[in-house]
């Protein structure tokens, strides 16, 4: 337990209050509490479109909380989605303390919400998952693919914790100290189409790890490199084009 606690303290940065709100960009909202499979409490946004081409849940990355989103999400109302994001244990207004299998039964949560939100909507569901999101989302679609899921979409995004850990500090074995979000091993055994998205100048999680879980990953299967983006501003940089492309994936791909 002890271990666990050190090793989280360099993988989750939480922030527990909110920086900013929905309306304060003119988004319709809904506030959502659910609860995990073992009873923590999590918190999250349901933002609706009237006419959604496809609904998005939305797995967030390592630090803050959903209301650091907002711009990203913003984007992708316009562009046409329902976007339920919520906050991982620990995260926001989401109560408990942020491990693995613990921000899976997260999202597995989150899931079974927006299934039944979405009940009686004719459009595709699909999980975009940002960052340490991503890993989250590779283990929610191993489940997902039989439950509903018609797509996966991740962004910037690594092939484990291991590899990461490696490069941060490239010491011999270090690597194999954190063995958590194997996420390059998952992805043979998922069966719904892929966009993956990176920054071609990300210095944070190199942009070969994306193209490493690309070639793991089963067709089809679609590569979105964005010149000249970092780690964060992927959709600032990419600009209308990131948009569309990922409408492009909701219209196009899904389904076939």
């Not at 999590?42 to 479109?49: D, K």
Request: hydrophobic share 40%.
């Amino acid at each position: 337990m002890l271990l666990e606690k050190i090793l989280s303290s360099f993988i989750y940065y939480p922030l527990p209050w909110h920086q900013g709100k929905p309306e304060q960009r003119g988004l319709e909202y809904k506030s959502v509490w659910l609860k995990a499979e073992d009873g923590v409490p999590l918190h999250g946004w349901y933002f609706p479109h009237k006419k959604a081409l496809a609904s998005l849940l939305f797995c967030h990355g390592n630090a803050g909380n959903i209301s650091h989103r907002l711009q990203n999400i913003a984007g992708l109302v316009a562009a046409g989605f329902n976007v339920f994001i919520f906050d991982y244990r620990g995260y926001g207004h989401s109560k408990g303390f942020p491990s693995e299998q613990g921000l899976y039964r997260d999202a597995q949560a989150a899931w079974q919400y927006l299934l039944a939100t979405t009940a009686s909507l004719n459009a595709p569901r699909l999980i975009f998952g940002r960052s340490l999101g991503g890993a989250v989302a590779i283990e929610l679609a191993l489940h997902a693919q039989g439950e509903g899921l018609d797509g996966l979409i991740i962004e910037s995004s690594f092939t484990s914790l291991g590899d990461m850990a490696q490069k941060t500090l490239p010491l011999p074995g270090f690597g194999k100290v954190f063995k958590s979000y194997a996420s390059v091993g998952k992805l043979p055994h998922i069966h719904v189409p892929l966009l993956l998205i990176h920054g071609e100048e990300d210095n944070l999680i190199p942009f070969a790890h994306s193209r490493q879980l690309f070639e793991a990953a089963n067709s089809p299967r679609f590569f979105y490199p964005i010149p000249d983006a970092g780690h964060n501003d992927t959709y600032v940089v990419g600009g209308q084009a990131y948009f569309e492309r990922l409408a492009a994936f909701a219209r196009d791909s899904v389904g076939e």
